[in-house]
């Protein structure tokens, strides 16, 4: 009697929310990316810390999934992508299946940095996902991305960060340019003490790099 009194308390607390039962609103999200290189990653959109790069067969498992339905950019390789949309159920699978990707598009950044600061600790960000992606020391990059539209974040240590929206196009590549403010000197954006100089040039005490 006492056994079967603890069990009816504890199931009437878990369905009122008196035990913890957020795993239950979780799902998994699995498939396999056909022809993936070492772009390839799945990232779910709006959730920037959800995110999963394949396996050696191109397999790959997205844990801790919201239940509902969501939106995943699925990048296969460098010229393939796709977004989809899933539902997924609490505690249950959803399963993709093989996923070729359709012809990606390619944004091609280009840095733009005042007073010879130098990009080379930079990155690009795709928001709202966990796509990110470092800058050369010429402060380009590219991202390979599905057709949609999106906004990209641009970040320099020492310099005030830059957001532009972008609409990638199916197998085509476009140029983006981030011009980036003048530092303000305020913490973390102090200039060429925390982002450095181009090669070359020198680093002031106030945050400006000169040419000797």
């Keep these: 009697m006492r056994r079967a009194l603890a069990t009816f308390l504890i199931a009437a607390l878990a369905g009122c929310g008196g035990l913890e039962n957020v795993p239950l609103m979780k799902g998994v ?26 396996e050696a067969d191109g397999t790959f498992v997205v844990k801790d999934v919201p ?29 993709v299946g093989n996923v070729a990707g359709r012809p990606a598009g390619t944004v091609e950044l280009h840095f733009r940095l005042p007073d010879l600061l130098s990009p080379r600790a930079g990155s690009a960000s795709v928001h709202g ?5 470092p ?3 010429y402060g380009e990059t590219a991202l390979t991305l599905p057709a949609g539209c999106y906004l990209v974040r641009g970040e320099v240590p020492g310099v005030p960060a830059v957001e532009r929206s972008v ?46």
């Design 29 to 54: 999200v699995r498939g396999a990316l056909v022809g993936a290189d070492a772009h390839a990653m799945v990232a779910v959109v709006d959730e920037p810390g959800l995110s999963a790069r394949p």
């Design 67 to 95: 239940h509902g339905d969501v939106e995943l950019l699925l990048i296969v390789n460098v010229s393939a992508a796709e977004r989809r949309t899933v539902r997924v159920t609490g505690g249950g699978v959803a399963d």
């Design 135 to 137: 800058v050369d020391k």
């Design 167 to 212: 609409c990638a196009l199916e197998g085509v590549s476009l140029e983006l340019e981030l011009d980036f403010p003048r530092p303000n000197g305020s913490p973390g954006q102090e200039g060429c003490s925390v982002s450095g100089c181009e090669d070359g040039a020198v680093c002031k005490a106030d945050g400006r790099c000169v040419r000797p």
């Design 129 to 133: 996902t966990a796509i990110t992606q």
